[in-house]
């Protein structure tokens, strides 16, 4: 008779979760880029306390350091930005660390702003918008912008 070893717990459970684990990790850090889509962090202040969120590193006098430069450049009339990425948002500044602040519903959004980031070495344009009654920042790639009007730089 030829038996087969029977597998051991570690080889059934615990290997497969550590790949799992270990995936996690090395794809979005200990959450995934959607968590916070699903969970969104829950910051209650205390009864006549206001609370204002920082995001990012701060400095020991509580400062937020800058890191991009932004270049202001004019407003474009007639700008008008395509979105149709349902995981799309809007951001507090033009800052990929900066807050999200909304959500952008699949449509077409003209913009009132438009500045130039610096970001890991290259210049990113970021667009101001008004989406779901909210002002934001959008990143213009092809990730989140389907298009532009042929009158945005």
């Given at each position: 008779?030829?038996?087969?070893?029977?597998?051991?717990l570690?080889?059934?459970?615990?290997?497969?979760?550590?790949?799992?684990?270990?995936?996690?990790?090395?794809?979005?850090?200990?959450?995934?880029?959607?968590?916070?889509?699903?969970?969104?962090?829950?910051?209650?202040?205390?009864?006549?306390?206001?609370?204002?969120?920082?995001?990012?590193?701060?400095?020991?006098?509580?400062?937020?350091?800058?890191?991009?430069?932004?270049?202001?450049?004019?407003?474009?009339?007639?700008?008008?930005?395509?979105?149709?990425?349902?995981?799309?948002?809007?951001?507090?500044?033009?800052?990929?660390?900066?807050?999200?602040?909304?959500?952008?519903?699949q449509?077409?959004?003209?913009?009132?702003?438009?500045?130039?980031?610096?970001?890991?070495?290259?210049d990113?344009?970021?667009?101001?918008?008004?989406?779901?009654?909210?002002?934001?920042?959008?990143?213009?790639?092809?990730?989140?912008?389907e298009?532009?009007?042929?009158?945005?730089?």
């Open positions: 008779m030829n038996q087969q070893p029977r597998e051991s570690s080889s059934r459970i615990v290997a497969p979760l550590l790949v799992v684990v270990l995936g996690a990790i090395l794809v979005g850090g200990s959450a995934p880029w959607w968590w916070e889509r699903i969970f969104p962090p829950r910051v209650t202040p205390s009864p006549g306390q206001t609370f204002t969120p920082t995001v990012g590193p701060t400095t020991a006098s509580g400062e937020t350091p800058a890191t991009t430069s932004a270049s202001p450049t004019p407003p474009v009339a007639g700008c008008v930005l395509t979105i149709s990425n349902p995981f799309a948002s809007i951001r507090e500044e033009p800052s990929h660390s900066s807050m999200e602040v909304g959500d952008v519903p449509g077409e959004y003209p913009t009132s702003n438009t500045r130039i980031v610096n970001w890991g070495g290259r990113e344009r970021w667009f101001e918008i008004t989406a779901s009654g909210r002002t934001g920042w959008i990143v213009y790639d092809n990730i989140l912008v298009s532009k009007s042929s009158e945005c730089p």
